[in-house]
C-alpha cells in the first residue's frame, strides 16, 4: 500500500474513534452513576469496552479483509443511564451477561435472529425514542442552572452540524471544556495513570435481568447491529452475519465481568471507515481495522484517565455532551416510529411507556414500552381480521 493510501486508513481510523469516544463517553459515564459505579469501576468499565472494540474490530477486520468497525452500545449506555432501580452494580453486571449470552445464541440459532427481525421497526424506534428522549430532556433541564455553559453550546452544535456533522459533538466537547474552565467550574485534573481493571462478579436478580439485561439485547441488535450491517452492505460489502455476532457476543461477555456493557457492530463510526475518503480502493479500506484497533487498545489502556478527565468536568457540560449527541439518533428514531399510520398508535403507546420511566415489579420502563407496544399491535391485528 502507497504512503497516501496508508495515511487515509490511519486518518480515518483516528477521526472514527476521537468521535466515537469524544461525543458518548459521558453517556456511559452516566450509565456507570446510574448504576452506583465506584470510580475504579467506572474506569474498568471503559477500559473493558475498548479492550473489547479493539479486539473485535482487529479480528474481524484481519480475518474477513473488511472494514468491520465495532464500537460500545450507546443506546445501551443511554437504556443504562435511563434505567431506575437496579439493585447494585454487580446486579447491571449480570444483566451485561445475559445481553451478551443472548447476542451468542443469535449468532448460533438463526430463527433466534429472525425473531428479533421480525419486531416492527416502528415499535424498535419508539422504545429507541423513549430511551434517548430522557437523555435529551436532562440536557434542557441544566438550562436555568447553568444558561451561561449549556446555552452556548447548544447554539455552537447547531452550527458545527451544519459543517461537520460527525464532529460537532466532540467540537462541543472541546469548546465546552474551555468555557467550563473559564467559567471556573471545572474541578482538579487527575494525574495521567493507567487503567485499573476490577473483576465483578455478576448478581443474578430476576428484575435487572428482564428489565435491563434483554432490552439492553433488544437496544444493541435492532439500533447498533441491524444499521451496522447496513453500512457495509452500503458500501457494496457482503459481511459475514453470524460470525461477527459470535465475535462480538464473545468480546461482550469476556469483557462484561469488567463492568463492561455490549460492544457490537458500528454505524457512524463505520461509515467513516468504510467510504472513499478512508481509501479509493474498496480493497483496501479492511487496514481501517488495524489501526482503528491500535488507537482502542490505547483508550484501554488509559481508561482510568478518561474517567478522572471527564468526571472534572461539570455536570452540566457532560449532560450537553450526550444530549447534543445524541439528539440525532432521537429525531431518526422518532421518525421511523410514527412514520406508518397503520403502526403509529402502538409505537406511541411504546414511546409513552418507555419515556415516563415508570418500574413495575422491578422491572424497568423500556421493557414495559416494547411489551405494551407489542400488545397494541397485536389486538390492531386481531381486530382488522
Known amino acids: ?9 490511519a486518518t480515518a ?3 472514527a474513534t476521537i468521535a466515537g469516544v469524544g461525543g458518548t463517553l459521558p453517556i456511559v459515564l452516566a450509565a456507570a452513576q446510574a448504576v452506583g459505579a465506584t470510580t475504579d469501576e467506572a474506569s474498568s468499565w471503559v477500559s473493558g469496552l475498548g479492550l473489547a472494540t479493539a479486539l473485535s474490530a482487529l479480528v474481524l477486520s484481519v480475518r474477513y479483509r473488511m472494514p468491520i468497525i465495532t464500537a460500545w452500545s450507546t443506546p445501551g449506555a443511554a437504556l443504562i443511564a435511563s434505567t431506575g432501580g437496579v439493585p447494585s452494580f454487580a446486579a447491571a453486571v449480570g444483566a451485561f451477561v445475559l445481553a451478551a ?4 445464541l443469535t449468532a448460533a440459532i438463526r430463527p433466534l435472529g429472525r425473531l428479533i427481525e421480525r419486531i416492527p421497526a416502528s415499535i424498535a424506534a419508539a422504545m429507541l425514542a423513549g430511551i434517548l428522549l430522557r437523555i435529551v430532556v436532562a440536557m434542557v433541564e441544566h438550562v436555568p442552572t447553568s444558561p451561561l455553559l449549556v446555552l452556548p453550546l447548544i447554539v455552537l452544535f447547531l452550527i458545527a452540524r451544519a459543517f461537520m456533522p460527525a464532529l460537532a459533538s466532540l467540537v462541543v466537547l472541546v469548546a465546552g471544556a474551555l468555557l467550563a474552565w473559564s467559567l471556573g467550574l471545572v474541578m482538579p485534573m487527575p494525574v495521567v495513570g493507567l487503567s485499573t481493571i476490577v473483576i465483578t462478579a455478576p448478581v443474578w436478580d430476576i428484575a435487572t435481568l428482564v428489565g435491563l439485561g434483554v432490552p439492553l439485547y433488544l437496544v444493541t441488535m435492532a439500533s447498533q447491529n441491524l444499521p451496522g450491517f447496513a453500512v457495509l452492505r452500503a458500501s457494496g460489502y457482503q459481511p459475514p452475519t453470524q460470525p461477527i455476532l459470535g465475535v462480538t457476543g464473545a468480546a461482550s461477555l469476556g469483557t462484561a465481568f469488567l463492568g463492561a456493557h455490549t460492544s457490537n457492530l458500528a454505524a457512524i463510526s463505520a461509515a467513516l471507515c468504510t467510504g ?11 487496514m481501517t481495522g488495524p489501526f482503528y484497533a491500535f488507537f482502542w487498545f490505547l483508550i484501554a489502556l488509559f481508561g482510568a484517565s478518561l474517567v478522572g478527565l471527564f468526571n472534572a468536568l461539570p455536570p452540566a ?12 439518533s432521537m429525531a431518526g428514531a422518532l421518525g421511523t416510529a410514527l412514520a406508518g399510520d397503520k403502526d403509529r398508535f402502538a409505537a406511541a403507546g411504546t414511546l409513552a411507556v418507555t419515556v415516563s420511566g415508570v418500574s413495575l415489579m422491578g422491572v424497568g420502563s423500556a421493557f414495559w414500552g416494547l411489551a405494551f ?5 397485536g ?4 381486530t382488522r381480521r
Open 373 to 377: 407496544g407489542l400488545l397494541i399491535l
Open 276 to 286: 472513499p475518503d478512508a481509501h479509493p480502493d474498496p480493497a483496501r479500506r479492511w
Open 1 to 9: 500500500m502507497k504512503s497516501g493510501g496508508l495515511i487515509s486508513v
Open 101 to 104: 449470552v443472548l447476542i451468542l
Open 379 to 382: 389486538i390492531d391485528r386481531l
Open 317 to 328: 457540560l457532560l449532560a450537553t455532551v450526550a444530549g447534543t449527541a445524541l439528539l440525532g
Open 13 to 15: 481510523a483516528l477521526v
